[in-house]
Nanobody, 118 residues
Framework: QAQLVESGGGLVQPGGSLRLSCQAS????????LSWYRQPPGTERELVAA????????KYAESVQGRFTISRDNAKKMVYLQMNSLKPEDTAVYYC???????????WGQGTLVTVSS
């Protein structure tokens, strides 16, 4: 059974950095687009960044462009989100998502909380 498990969240001061990790299991990750979403308190879930199966094509939300970097390691079945220059408005639960490139299958992790505060 496919499973995604996020880690790396926590409390960080404004201007600081965090690296989120997502471990996939039970699926061939190279067949999946991997994404990070976030859900700030009281708002809807939004796309933060996505990376194609070969790791070449990436896209970012305008709000994180230039500050966040998504990467993946298919051999380790991992996807990462390096977050720099964090702002209080980046505070949210961050979710990892795997979307099949060949079917409607998609899987979500349980989320990891990132709090940016002084």
């Amino acid at each position: 059974q496919a499973q995604l498990v996020e880690s790396g969240g926590g409390l960080v001061q404004p201007g600081g950095s965090l690296r989120l990790s997502c471990q996939a299991s039970g699926l061939s990750v190279s067949y999946y687009t991997l994404s990070w979403y976030r859900q700030p308190p009281g708002t809807e879930r939004e796309l933060v960044a996505a990376i194609g199966g070969d790791g070449i094509i990436k896209k970012y939300a305008e709000s994180v462009q230039g500050r966040f970097t998504i990467s993946r390691d298919n051999a380790k079945k991992m996807v990462y989100l390096q977050m720099n220059s964090l702002k209080p408005e980046d505070t949210a639960v961050y979710y990892c998502k795997a979307s099949s490139r060949y079917s409607n299958n998609e899987f979500w992790g349980q989320g990891t909380l990132v709090t940016v505060s002084s």
